[in-house]
Each structure stands twice: as structure tokens, then as C-alpha cells.
């Protein structure tokens, strides 16, 4: 391993024409001129009425994330073993993370530094305790109380590297309801200083969709900037971003850090040399090891000291980097990186506790100031006793409620539905327009219907069937556009700790129920002039209609609770609908000559229920009795042409059996039949959404 120490890191950036005792004296120098005029504009920003009042609050270094000894396994599947079909591997478990100790004050930014499977995102899973699967051991304690994920969830953040908002929504609203989902105060004081601390004041009022992808990220920011977190975790803040966007990003995390006084953790793959300024400590990981953890002005000493000085013109975070990552270009240098990372993290475990324990800077110099100060300088932040908090946990932190937060997602819906711009337009056209548009198509085919026996009774029962099929497309349609949004949504948000799954349904249920019934209004009223509806008719069908759209809406919800694409779902339930369509609506088949096993589940079908009550209405009028065959021949008549005297004899013979000697249900019957259908699914998918789910099906939906 002689020449280990004179590795270079493949692309890393150059810092400039200086020795790395030269580089950590600048950057020391810019470091301090920066937060000299971070406090300079701070001071000028208090007197202005923009800014509120916490954007100005000192470091609090005592403020500690410790993570100590953290060792976590989860199960990967195995090459050996049979792999067939649906059937996978055996799944073994693995070591992700191995002996992972750290600690960050308040007003610091920490970077995890790693390659690919080094353990950066499983780090960050373990602290937010976001670890679904696998076994973790180790302490983590943030101001001395341990580190549950509920407290993480109140105290907490975490900006994974790709993120979903809705994308009619503006920049303003997006932050807006942030704040009120998390039922916190000063909603419009956040939002404006949450805006100007991310240069997002001038596209506040652009919808989502229409931001850069640089703009998008510093949004995704800014969602939980407004929430004032003290302890924030980002997962590749800085990934798919330019050069100057990175800069800009990271100098952000830091102003928020050191304003007000938060733990701020970040993932970096690819480090730059602009960045070094900003990052007060770092954590290089290899495989799950720490190889270094500390300060960052203390990591080219200790380099050095172990033996591996970084080299003149090199960045040292990207050099560092190179050095804890495997070779794998070929088998002599996967061995000889292997042992020299070894050799370093062993050298670590041995000396590198003193770096690991050092106090910010700030902390440092207050100390030496203090005559009674006689202790360590981190003698201040004994752990707080088993069932107390913190003092700095008391006042910040999420407060969800319930009718707050369902609220909060109504009206966030209805801003994503009525928005001005084309996602908004795209949304409302097809929540409201779509039914219409089809069944004023459907309506010309049966613009010149007559009235005759031969042609009269199939033609409204093959309508029936028409609007019910096309209601049901409808109906998996909208949902499979719309719901995927709310969704991905919902799952991030879930995982905050915002709210539960019986909540989301019922505020999708609530925005949606309402617009369907207006596109079922407006689609009846295109029939009405087909088939002689008078008011109470047209309000009965429509129920029935919108009974069977809900219905269908209902179930296609419940299937993308666990299909993440949106075509297959609406395929699998448009298949699943036409067939108990075809089976019950007794319009290709009539009931009376079903199997008797079909017959009995078609009785469970809701199908039977609306087709029945839909003939119903249409034939059960006076201008369906005593009708002529065709032009040429009257009824009475030929007994085997003129079969049906009105529209109760068709229907009897359609929708009887020969063993029922009870007449067929009311059309009030079936219209309750079919809203009673509707509802239980309602109630059923918001039991489905508080069930929890498998760990195989929320990976669909993570990263």
C-alpha cells in the first residue's frame, strides 16, 4: 500500500493553486466573512415587516444529533436458490450499515458523503426511522431524548431526491398548504419568508408544472423549510442540478442552518469544491463503514496524520470520496482499495473519536472565554432524562389536527381542480365535461329511434347498457388520470405524519362527489330529448348514474392503492366492470337464461340493480303500450310479433326467472340498492386505507 496516499480523485474538481493547509485557511476566511454577512443581513431584515420574527434567531448550539454505534441488516435476495417465475429467491440478510456513529450541533451542515450502496440513504432511513424492513441497533438522540420516529415526525424533515407535488397548484399555494397541513401559525409570514430565502418570490404565482427543474428543487425545499424543522434530512439535495444551482442549494441549507440554528444532514454522490465553504462537518461511509466523521476543518489533518495527504490542486471532499471507494476496474485494485479501506476505517475506529466529539468552532471559542468553564466544552449538553424533552423541542415542531388538516386537503383540492392554467383546466374539463362529450356522441346513434315493437325495447335496453358501459369507462378513466397525483401525495405526506389513509379518501371523496353529480346532470339532460324524462325521472336516473360512476371511481381507487401503474389498473378494473355488466345488466342476456349458480351472483352485482332501474324508468311510461309491431303491422296482432303489450312485460321476461314468483323490484328499490353499493365501497376503501400495507407494496410507491 505504498502508494495509496497518492491516489488521485478521478474528476474531482480544482480548488485553486494552494496547498490544502492554504485551502482550510481560505475556506476558514470565507466561512467567516459569510456569516458575517449572513448576521449583517439578518440584523438589517428584523427591522423590515417582511421578514417574521424567527428568521432572526441566534445558533443554538445546543442543539445535538448523536448517532452512535448504528448498525442496521436488511434482507436482499439471494443469487442461489431456484428464481422461477412469480417465485423469487431466497432473500438473505446484509449488513447496510456497520458500527455508523456521528454527531451534528444546531446551526451545522453535515454531508454523508459515499458511492453508490455505500449506506447514505439507509443512514438517513435509520434516523427518520423509515426503515419498513430489516433490523436496526445502535442510539440515536437528538438533544438527548431518543430519536422515535414519532419525534422525528414532529421535529423532523425529510426531502427525498425526487418529490411529487401537484402540478396545478402555484408555488404560493403549494407552501401554503404545507403550513396549514402541518396546522402551524404565521401561515402567510412562512410562506413569504420561506419564498424569499429560496429566490422563489418571483415565481410564486407560476404553477408547479411550468417551474425549471432548478426551481422545482428548491420548492421541494421550501415545502419543508415553511415548516420550521429542526432536525432536516435531504437524500441527494443537489442531484440532476447544474453547477450553479448546487452552489445555490447548498448555500441555502446553510443560511436556513445557521439562521435558525437546525441540523442539517444532505447526501452528496459527487461533491463539489464550492460547497466545501458551507459544510461544517462530514461523514464518509464505504460500504457501511465510517471512514471518517468530523469536523470538516479537522478532515485534512487527520488525513494527514493517518498518512494519506491530499494532494495540491485537488478538492478534498471528491478526493477523500475517491479514496473510501472501491476500484472495481479490475481484481488486483478491487483488493488493494478493499484493504486500504479497511486499514482506514480500522485506523478510525482507533483514533478518530476525538474528531468525532469536537464541538463547533462557536462552541470552542465561547468556552475558552468562560473563567468557570473547567469541563469538556460539550459538558453542556448532558442528555435530558428519560420522558422529558428538551427545552428546544417544545416550541417548534408539527401540529396536525383533524378537522384543520381534512379541511386544508379539501380546499387543496379544490385549488388543484379550478386552477387557471393547463393542469388546472385539463383537470376540471375532465372531472366535469368528459361524461358529457361521450354521451352526446352516443346520443346521435339513437337520434331516430321509433317507437315500435321490433325495434323500440332492445333499442332503450342496448342504450342502457351504452350509458352504463360508457359511465363506468368514465368513471376508471377520470381515476386513473386524476388520482395517481393525489397519491403520490398522499404517500409522502403520510410518511410525515400529516394525516392517515381514511382521511385522504374522505377528502378526495368530498372534492369529487359533488362534480360528478354536475357531469351526471348535464350528461342525463343530453338523453332527456331520446327518452321522455320529466324532472323527477331526470333526478332519479341521474342518481342512479352517478351511483354507478361512484362505484366504479370507488373501486378503481381501492386497486391503485396497489398497482402503481395507472393503465394497468384501469384495464384490470374496466375488465372486472364489462363482465358483471355483461353478466347482470340483462341486456345481452337476459336473466331468466343465465346458469342458476350465474344467476345467484348476479344478485351481488350492482350492474343488475342500475341496468334494472334504468329500463325502469325509460319503459315504464304510457308511450310504451299498445305499440305496432312496424309500419305495416298493428298490435294486437300476431301473438308471436306483438310480444309485449308495455314495457313491464319486457322487463319481466328480461330480468325473471321462471322460479321468482315476486315481481321485480321498484325503481325506488334499485335506486337504493345502487346507492347503497356506492357507499359501502366508500366505507370500504377508507378501511383499506388505514390497513397497513406490506413492505413490497409501499416500495411501488418510494424510491
Known amino acids: 500500500m505504498p502508494n495509496a496516499g497518492r491516489r488521485r480523485a478521478g474528476g474531482g474538481a480544482v480548488v485553486g493553486n494552494c496547498t490544502c493547509e492554504g485551502l482550510i485557511q481560505r475556506e476558514r476566511r470565507r466561512r467567516a466573512a459569510a456569516a458575517a454577512a449572513a448576521a449583517a443581513t439578518a440584523a438589517a431584515s428584523s427591522s423590515s415587516s417582511s421578514v417574521i420574527a424567527y428568521s432572526t434567531m441566534p445558533v443554538m448550539a445546543e442543539n445535538v ?13 439471494s443469487s442461489e436458490g431456484t428464481s422461477c417465475g412469480c417465485f423469487a429467491s431466497r432473500s438473505e440478510p446484509t449488513a447496510v450499515l456497520r458500527d455508523v456513529s456521528a454527531r451534528v450541533f444546531g446551526g451545522e ?14 443512514l438517513l432511513d435509520v434516523i427518520a426511522g423509515r426503515t419498513a424492513r430489516g433490523e436496526t441497533r445502535g442510539r440515536i438522540t437528538l438533544n438527548g431524548s431518543l430519536l422515535t420516529p414519532e419525534l422525528f415526525q414532529r421535529h423532523g424533515a425529510y426531502v427525498s431526491h425526487r418529490c411529487h407535488l401537484l402540478p396545478s397548484l402555484t408555488v404560493r399555494q403549494t407552501l401554503t398548504y404545507a403550513t396549514w397541513l402541518a396546522n402551524l401559525g404565521s401561515r402567510d409570514a412562512r410562506v413569504r419568508q420561506t419564498l424569499a430565502d429560496l429566490a422563489l418570490s418571483q415565481v410564486a404565482n407560476r404553477p408547479v408544472s411550468d417551474l425549471t427543474k432548478a426551481e422545482y428543487r428548491r420548492l ?3 415545502v419543508q423549510f415553511a415548516k420550521d424543522p429542526l432536525l432536516l434530512l435531504l437524500d441527494e439535495p443537489t442531484w440532476d442540478t447544474d453547477p450553479l444551482n448546487t452552489y445555490l442549494i447548498v448555500s441555502m441549507l446553510w443560511s436556513y442552518a445557521t439562521r435558525r440554528g437546525s441540523i442539517v444532514l444532505l447526501t452528496m454522490e459527487t461533491p463539489r469544491s464550492d460547497v466545501l465553504p458551507f459544510v461544517a462537518r462530514v461523514t464518509l461511509l464505504c460500504l457501511g463503514a465510517v471512514v471518517y466523521s468530523g469536523p470538516t476543518r479537522s478532515m485534512l489533518d487527520y488525513f494527514t496524520y493517518v498518512g494519506f495527504p491530499c494532494p495540491e490542486l485537488e478538492n478534498p471532499l471528491m478526493y477523500y470520496l475517491c479514496l473510501s471507494t472501491v476500484d472495481r476496474r479490475s481484481r488486483d485494485r478491487f483488493l488493494e482499495s478493499n484493504q486500504q479501506i479497511s486499514v482506514l476505517v480500522d485506523k478510525f475506529k482507533d483514533e478518530g473519536g476525538i474528531f468525532l466529539k469536537e464541538a463547533p468552532a462557536s462552541t470552542l471559542a465561547n468556552s475558552q472565554t468562560k473563567e468557570t468553564q473547567m469541563q469538556t466544552p460539550t459538558s453542556s449538553l448532558a442528555p435530558t432524562p428519560i420522558g422529558m424533552s428538551h427545552k428546544s423541542l417544545q416550541n417548534r415542531g408539527i401540529k396536525p389536527g383533524c378537522f384543520s388538516t381534512l379541511f386544508a386537503l379539501y380546499v387543496r383540492g379544490l385549488a388543484a381542480t379550478f386552477a387557471c392554467n393547463k393542469s388546472g383546466l385539463s383537470h376540471f374539463g ?3 365535461f368528459l361524461l358529457p362529450f361521450i354521451l352526446a356522441l352516443l346520443s346521435v346513434l339513437y337520434s331516430h329511434s321509433k317507437k315500435q315493437q321490433s325495434m323500440v325495447f332492445l333499442q332503450t335496453s342496448g342504450l342502457v347498457f351504452n350509458v352504463l358501459t360508457l359511465f363506468y369507462f368514465a368513471g376508471i378513466a377520470v381515476t386513473a388520470l386524476l ?8 404517500y409522502q405526506e403520510k410518511r410525515e405524519g400529516l394525516y392517515g389513509g381514511a382521511m385522504f379518501i374522505t377528502s378526495y371523496t368530498m372534492l369529487t362527489l359533488p362534480l360528478s353529480f354536475l357531469s351526471t346532470i348535464m350528461s342525463v339532460g343530453i338523453l332527456v330529448h331520446i327518452i321522455d324524462l320529466d324532472a323527477l325521472l331526470w333526478i332519479k336516473a341521474s342518481a342512479i348514474l352517478w351511483a354507478s360512476f361512484v362505484a366504479t371511481e370507488q373501486v ?11 393503465m394497468s389498473a384501469a384495464i384490470a378494473v374496466l375488465y372486472v366492470m364489462l363482465v358483471t355488466l355483461v353478466v347482470a345488466s340483462g341486456s345481452l342476456r337476459s336473466i331468466r337464461n343465465l346458469p342458476d349458480w350465474l344467476g345467484v351472483v348476479s344478485t351481488a352485482l350492482p350492474g ?3 341496468s334494472l332501474g334504468l329500463n325502469q324508468l325509460a319503459m315504464q311510461m304510457s308511450s310504451f303500450k299498445n305499440l305496432n309491431y312496424n309500419d305495416s303491422i298493428t298490435c294486437p296482432g300476431i301473438q308471436e310479433l306483438c310480444r309485449y303489450p308495455d314495457g313491464d312485460t319486457f322487463l319481466k321476461e328480461r330480468f325473471m326467472r321462471e322460479t321468482d314468483r315476486t315481481e321485480p323490484l321498484a325503481v ?10 356506492s357507499v359501502g365501497l366508500v366505507i370500504l376503501n377508507s378501511v383499506l386505507y388505514l390497513l397497513p400495507l406490506p413492505a413490497t407494496v409501499k416500495a411501488k410507491f418510494r424510491e
Open 109 to 122: 451542515v453535515l454531508a454523508v458523503l459515499g458511492s453508490k450502496g455505500s449506506g447514505k440513504r439507509a
Open 556 to 566: 378503481t381507487v381501492a386497486v391503485l392503492m396497489l398497482v402503481k401503474r395507472p
Open 220 to 222: 421541494m425545499l421550501g
Open 65 to 77: 444529533l448523536d448517532v452512535s454505534s448504528v448498525y442496521h441488516s436488511t434482507a436482499v435476495l
Open 608 to 610: 343488475r340493480y342500475a
Open 430 to 432: 375532465s372531472r366535469i
Open 668 to 677: 325506488n328499490s334499485n335506486l337504493i340498492i345502487t346507492l347503497a353499493f
Open 483 to 490: 388520482f395517481p397525483g393525489f397519491r403520490a401525495r398522499y
